[in-house]
């Protein structure tokens, strides 16, 4: 299922590299004498005004970006216009616009395709649905609906508003970075968009094991009390246990704390789901027993145990004492942040978000990370983070143009996340000049030189929407390898600016490649996954939310030592007569249905 | 005078308040159509003529909820004891700066504790957190006393006090400006003559000023009894957990969960309703309340 680094583009077009290879020395020294280092040619170039290129070839220490080949019968003629939905916030350089801007410019001309914004939202929960259902009351859908909320997508369907565009796609889709790019789980990218077999618009992919934890920890208090990074359970509570005794933390006497929590057990940032994974469940998730049936697993037994240890954990102050009215991110800000706590189970992102602020406020912290510690059984199993949302973009059903779209959507994946076309935005909206020697700068914090190059994505289609869709989930991991395969081993005299600035990389972000690239190769072996994927039951929708508060409560008031241990049970049976053994029932009917 | 006479002199009186009584029509009565979605299963394509009707199936859903009765007590408590805070506060705040002298401490008071107001709570709510968590500055300083650090927001003991404070804190000086824009109106002639007939501070806070904003008091005590089911939604969402569901979980909060899980427009139709209803109700009374005791009425 997982290759590694699959998509070579050579089948495609020649790549920079193969340019070298045939151009021979005397081209490339001419050209080095010129630009400073040999550039890929400008390929694919067509008609298109060299003004709308990405990149900077004309600088001393730019890049030239190789364009992929134009689909066939582009751009049309007349141009096209479609209306579309967009996710924002954005920020363009002056007079540009969401309508008018160098992708919009550029896409017009490879394309043929002018957009038209049919209406916006700022990524607000509330919004989105307020403006779709108006959209919707209105009678007056975008051709193109981006990132529709599972519950409008549901409304849509049920009302046969969205295009099928199953034929189509099978027709026009990018062989490589629609297709094949989107093939990875069994068909896991298509949970949402397929609805009876039949396809209802494009998955809304994220990266792998973007939310996958990994143990961070902080070295110099290992090496403080004199001990190793853990790799078991108990290890990780002896570790834990001394950090709070020697009271490592800044903060005033006795406030260290062992391990960062959150008001949610399992979330994104200082989450204990490698706790629960290492009996081998996962609270709120649905996943198949011995016979094959779906079972929550917030009432299973093994929780109860996992519970039980936590509050052990609890009264020993690993925990802070009020860890269940912080958010996660105030996890990161406080106690991570705060040098008050030196363990966190955090993706790989940690190390730009909470471990930076750590080292600002206390430059002797040294930050290092593992594997997620393995259970008294040996089980070492997270979180799964599925890549793809639970969200879908769909194409108003009569639109047209459905092809066009499709085949503008296969351009730019394969235009932003193959690493040989060199795509790094556009000079003056996603980076500019610092000075001659060279470097490099974001501009408003679009272009983030650690995390790649989708951080400004302001073209209509997945892999051009704000917030990190695209599709190929391993795309980051992707750009990581191959600035560590190819970039690495380019003569340092042959860098541009970009290698430079990425090669350069601090201790921290160096960090957080090989975190990514580590959470990325565990991502489908360590994965506890949701099986249940679709839409609330009845019964959820029901009595799902006061489960969910008998849940929440129950375990919070366990770990904190306001119920016995044995509520669990009652728990667990509360749960299976107010509606649970219902929605299992349920669940399991549609579980069944789908095999 | 005939009529006819009189509106000859008046219409233009008359013609002013079309535009308003419009305005009322289009804005205030018009949407009021909408709240047909709490008898019906709503979906926003189907619209309001042909989503299917339900009876009172959402009440009932919302009257079964296992946690009604809770959260309409917690709603209730939190509402009431925020309201009489409240006035009370802002009464008590108000006689002592219009008792200070020098008006540049007054108008600084004034200023510092109306500032609160114009935070959201979403910004409060962060520092709240922070100011009131076990290793906060607020522990650290009763810490000094050998007091052991409380759990402001995460024990069921302190937590709706912690609400009604902090929402008295935020809101108290802009009930303040009321209370001291009636006592200005006070006429200064009769605390002079008191003060010669030798009534002290207190005395003539008791016989002239309270008795002199009595009707100010009346009809803004009477005119909040309309929020009685306000506990304050944004507040609460920013500062509970699951922890204190027990006493701070509202109506709105449970709700907002409720339609977490699914988009549930005719569920949160219905609450709406069912809050206006009581609202409608009370304010009823408080009209009552007002005219029998502050001569209030507008008819």
């Avoid at chain 1, 969200?391 to 059903?397: L, N, P």
């Avoid at chain 1, 690493?419 to 974001?442: A, I, K, M």
């Avoid at chain 1, 690495?488 to 042959?494: G, K, R, V």
């Avoid at chain 2, 009769?190 to 007939?197: K, M, P, Q, V």
Wanted: net charge negative; proline share 6%.
């Amino acid at each position: 299922m997982s290759k590694k680094f699959p998509y070579k583009a050579e089948d495609l077009k020649p790549s920079r590299r193969d340019f070298l290879k045939w151009s021979g020395a005397g081209l490339a020294t001419a050209m080095m004498a010129r630009y400073g280092f040999a550039p890929i040619l400008a390929q694919n170039m067509g008609d298109i005004p060299a003004e709308l290129h990405p990149g900077s070839p004309n600088n001393a220490r730019g890049w030239a970006t190789a364009l992929p080949p134009i689909p066939e019968g582009m751009p049309v003629d007349p141009p096209v216009t479609v209306t579309g939905s967009r996710r924002g916030p954005w920020e363009f350089a002056d007079g540009d616009d969401i309508e008018n801007s160098p992708f919009t410019r550029l896409n017009a001309a490879v394309t043929g395709i002018n957009w038209k914004l049919a209406f916006n939202w700022i990524d607000n929960e509330e919004e989105v649905l307020q403006k779709y259902n108006l959209a919707i009351a209105s009678g007056e859908l975008p051709d193109f609906m981006e990132t529709v909320p599972l519950q409008i997508y549901g409304e849509l369907l049920e009302n046969d508003l969205v295009e099928d565009i199953t034929d189509v796609y099978e027709a026009v889709a990018h062989p490589v970075w629609l297709k094949e790019a989107m093939s990875f789980g069994d068909g896991a990218a298509w949970q949402y968009a397929e609805v009876d077999g039949r396809k209802m618009g494009l998955p809304y992919i994220e990266q792998a094991a973007q939310n996958d934890k990994l143990l961070w920890i902080r070295q110099d208090w290992l090496d403080a009390v004199g001990m190793e990074v853990p790799t078991t359970v108990d290890e990780l509570y002896a570790v834990a246990k001394a950090f709070v005794e020697a009271d490592l933390g800044q903060g005033g006497e006795g406030s260290t704390i062992g391990i960062a929590a959150a008001n949610n057990l399992v979330t994104w940032y200082s989450s204990l789901d490698p706790i629960f994974g290492a009996w081998g469940v996962m609270p709120g998730y649905w996943t198949p027993d011995d016979s094959g049936d779906l079972q929550y697993n917030s009432v299973q037994p093994e929780i109860k145990e996992v519970l039980g240890l936590l509050r052990q954990w609890y009264a020993e102050g690993i925990f802070a004492q009020d860890y269940f009215t912080l958010r996660p991110p105030q996890t990161a800000f406080r106690q991570i942040g705060g040098n008050t706590c030196g363990i966190t189970m955090s993706p790989a992102f940690a190390a730009l978000f909470g471990l930076p602020d750590s080292v600002t406020n206390d430059p002797s912290a040294r930050w290092t990370w593992g594997d997620i510690p393995a259970g008294p059984t040996g089980i070492k199993k997270k979180a799964w983070s599925n890549p793809v949302v639970d969200s879908v973009f769909c194409f108003r059903k009569g639109f047209e143009h459905v092809d066009l779209v499709l085949k503008q959507i296969g351009w730019w994946a394969e235009l932003l996340q193959n690493p040989e076309n060199r795509y790094h935005g556009f000079e003056g909206t996603d980076y500019f000049w610092r000075d001659d020697n060279g470097e490099v700068d974001s501009m408003g914090g679009t272009l983030d030189l650690a995390s790649g190059y989708d951080g400004t994505k302001h073209i209509w289609g997945p892999p051009g929407t704000n917030g990190g869709a695209r599709t190929d989930p391993r795309h980051e991991t992707n750009w990581i390898k191959h600035r560590r395969e190819v970039w690495a081993n380019t003569p340092e005299e042959e860098r541009d600016a970009m290698m430079e600035a990425f090669l350069g990389g601090d201790e921290l972000s160096v960090m957080w490649d090989d975190a990514n690239v580590f959470a990325v190769d565990r991502w489908e072996l360590d994965g506890i996954r949701n099986h249940f994927t679709t839409f609330p039951t009845r019964t959820m929708e029901r009595a799902g939310a006061s489960l969910n508060d008998l849940e929440a409560e129950t375990f919070v008031n366990i770990i904190t030592g306001q119920a016995s241990l044995d509520d669990f049970d009652t728990f667990a049976a509360d749960w299976r007569s107010g509606g649970g053994d219902v929605i299992t029932g349920e669940v399991n009917d549609w579980w069944h249905g789908q095999m | 005078m005939t009529i006819r006479e009189y509106m000859k002199r008046a219409w233009p009186l008359y013609a002013m308040i079309i535009p308003g009584i419009f305005f009322v029509l289009l804005f205030r009565y018009y949407p009021m159509y909408g709240v047909v979605i709490a008898f019906q299963d709503f979906s926003p394509a189907k619209g309001f003529l042909n989503s299917p009707w339900v009876g009172w199936e959402n009440f009932e859903f919302l009257f079964s909820l296992p946690e009604f009765w809770r959260i309409l007590g917690n709603t209730l408590i939190i509402a009431v004891a925020k309201i009489v805070a409240d006035q009370i506060g802002a009464i008590i705040l108000s006689l002592l700066l219009n008792e200070a002298r020098m008006l540049f401490f007054r108008r600084a008071i004034q200023t510092l504790i109306y500032l609160p107001y114009f935070l959201s709570w979403i910004v409060l709510g962060g520092i709240l957190l922070d100011v009131l968590s076990p290793y906060g500055i607020l522990n650290q300083a009763i810490g000094n006393f050998g007091v052991e650090p409380q759990l402001f927001l995460g024990s069921n003991n302190w937590f709706r006090g912690t609400i009604i404070t902090s929402g008295f804190w935020k809101n108290v000086g802009f009930s303040t400006i009321i209370y001291l824009a009636a006592l200005t109106a006070i006429n200064p002639a009769l605390h002079e003559a008191a003060a010669i007939d030798g009534a002290g501070r207190f005395r003539r806070i008791w016989h002239i000023t309270l008795p002199g904003i009595r009707p100010t008091i009346v009809l803004l005590a009477a005119l909040s009894l309309g929020d009685v089911l306000q506990a304050g939604f944004e507040q609460i969402l920013t500062l509970y957990s699951p922890a204190v569901y027990r006493t701070g979980d509202i109506i709105d909060t449970n709700v907002y969960r409720v339609g977490l899980v699914s988009a549930q427009y005719s569920l949160a139709g219905a609450v709406g309703l069912f809050k206006s209803l009581i609202g409608f109700g009370l304010i009823l009374l408080s009209y009552w309340l007002a005219d029998r005791y502050a001569g209030y009425r507008i008819l």
